[in-house]
C-alpha cells in the first residue's frame, strides 16, 4: 500500500524558517533587512530563502543579495539600510540623503540613495542606489543609526551628484548659518579632494570666506559686482564707540555708512516682524547710517534699478562714515583660508 508522505527534508524545513523568521529580526537589528551572507550565517540555506522570497512569499529581495523580511512597500529607512549593506563593509550615507540625516532644510531633490565606498571596491549602482567610489573616504559619524560621511564631505558629494549653484548655495548656507558646519571645514574638504565635479560648491565657499551667509545675499553680491560696485562688509558686527552692540546688518560700507538689508518675505510674515524690520531700521539712521532696503525679488527682477540706488547712495555719502561706529568683519583668518580654497588641485580621482 502507497502511503502520501511529505518528505523528512520539507516539514522540518518549513517550521524551522517560521521560526527563525523572528529569530533573524532580533539578531540583526537592521530595520528588517539583512543581506545573503549574513542568513546564511545563521543557517538560512538558498532553498529556504527562496521558498520565503517566492512570489507572494513574506520575503523579499530588495536589491541584489540584499533581502526584506516582509513583503510589502519598503520604508524609507529599510531603503537606506538595504542600500548600505547592498555597498557592502565600509559604505557610508552622503550626499541629499546625508544632509537630510544631519537635519537641514534645504535638500537638493537629487533621486535615489547615495553611498560612499573605498575606491577598491567595485559594487556598482544599482536600483535606487548610487555608488560614490573615492580613494578619501573620510571617517562615518553616526547619525540616526546609520554610518553616515561628515556633513562638509555630504555638501561635496551632493555638489558631485549634479546639485546646481542655487542648491548648493542654499544646503550651505544653512549649514554655516546653523553651526552644523564651519566655512573652514568645508574649505579643507575641498582640499583633500579632485577638483572634478565640485565648481559650484567652490564657488558658494568663496562667498561665505567673503561672509555671506545666505542665498538672497549671495544674489546681491553678485548684483554688485555686475554694476561695478564696491564690495561691503558682509554680516559685520556694528559696535558704538564704548563697545555696545548696535546691528549686523546683511551688508556694510565703513566708509560710508551705507547699510545694505535685504527683506525676504520669510522674516517678514506677520505686523509683528515688520515692526521690527522697521524699529532697526530707524535705530541704524539715528546712529547715522543709512539703510538700503530690497527684496530677493528686486535682485532678480530689478538689478539694474538695486545697482542705481546703491551707486547713488554711496556716492552721496561718500566721506560720511560715522567714527563712532566700529565695524567687526565676520570670520576672522578668512583671507587665509580663501589663499588656501583656491589652491585645490583641478583634476585627479574623487
Known amino acids: ?5 511529505v518528505s523528512p527534508r520539507t516539514r522540518p524545513r518549513t517550521a524551522r524558517s517560521s521560526s527563525r523568521d523572528g529569530h533573524t529580526l532580533a539578531h540583526l537589528r537592521q530595520d528588517g533587512v539583512a543581506t545573503v ?11 529556504v530563502l527562496a521558498h520565503r522570497c517566492r512570489p507572494g512569499g513574506p520575503w523579499q529581495r530588495l536589491l541584489p543579495r540584499t533581502y526584506l523580511f516582509h513583503n510589502g512597500p519598503p520604508t524609507a529607512r529599510q531603503r537606506t539600510r538595504a542600500a548600505l549593506l547592498y555597498a557592502g563593509e565600509g559604505a557610508m550615507l552622503t550626499g541629499p540623503e ?4 544631519f ?3 534645504y535638500v537638493p531633490p537629487l533621486p535615489g540613495t547615495h553611498v560612499l565606498v573605498p575606491y577598491n571596491r567595485y559594487t556598482g549602482s544599482r536600483d535606487f542606489v548610487t555608488v560614490l567610489r573615492s580613494r578619501h573616504v573620510p571617517r562615518p559619524r553616526n547619525v540616526a543609526g546609520f554610518p553616515t560621511a561628515p556633513l562638509p564631505r555630504a555638501l561635496v558629494d551632493t555638489t558631485r551628484l549634479g546639485a546646481d549653484l542655487q542648491q548648493v548655495r542654499a544646503a550651505c548656507a544653512e549649514a554655516v548659518q546653523r553651526g552644523r558646519c564651519s566655512v573652514e571645514a568645508l574649505t579643507e574638504e575641498i ?9 559650484p560648491i567652490r564657488a558658494v565657499i568663496q562667498e561665505l570666506l567673503a561672509g555671506v551667509r545666505s542665498v538672497s545675499e549671495a544674489q546681491a553680491r553678485e548684483v554688485l559686482r555686475t554694476g561695478g560696485l564696491p564690495e561691503p562688509l558682509w554680516n559685520a558686527t556694528l559696535l558704538l564707540a564704548d563697545g555696545t552692540f548696535l546691528a549686523t546688518p546683511d551688508g556694510y560700507w565703513p566708509d560710508t555708512g551705507v547699510v545694505l538689508e535685504i527683506d525676504s518675505r520669510e ?4 505686523p509683528a516682524d515688520w ?6 531700521r530707524n535705530h541704524l539712521a539715528s546712529h547715522g547710517l543709512h539703510p538700503l532696503a530690497f527684496t530677493p525679488a528686486q535682485l532678480r527682477h530689478t538689478p539694474n534699478t538695486v545697482i542705481r540706488h546703491i551707486a547713488q547712495a554711496l556716492t552721496t555719502y561718500g566721506g560720511c562714515a560715522p567714527g563712532h561706529i566700529r565695524a567687526v568683519p565676520i570670520g576672522w583668518g578668512r583671507a587665509s583660508s580663501a589663499a588656501r580654497a583656491s589652491s585645490v588641485p583641478r583634476a585627479g580621482p574623487a
Open 103 to 105: 537635519g537641514l532644510r
Open 37 to 47: 551572507r549574513q542568513l546564511r550565517a545563521l543557517g538560512v540555506g538558498s532553498g
Open 191 to 199: 582640499l583633500g579632494t579632485s577638483a572634478r565635479g565640485i565648481a
Open 275 to 280: 515692526h521690527r524690520t522697521m524699529n532697526r
Open 267 to 270: 522674516y517678514h510674515l506677520s
Open 1 to 5: 500500500m502507497t502511503t502520501n508522505r
Open 98 to 101: 546625508a544632509l537630510q540625516l
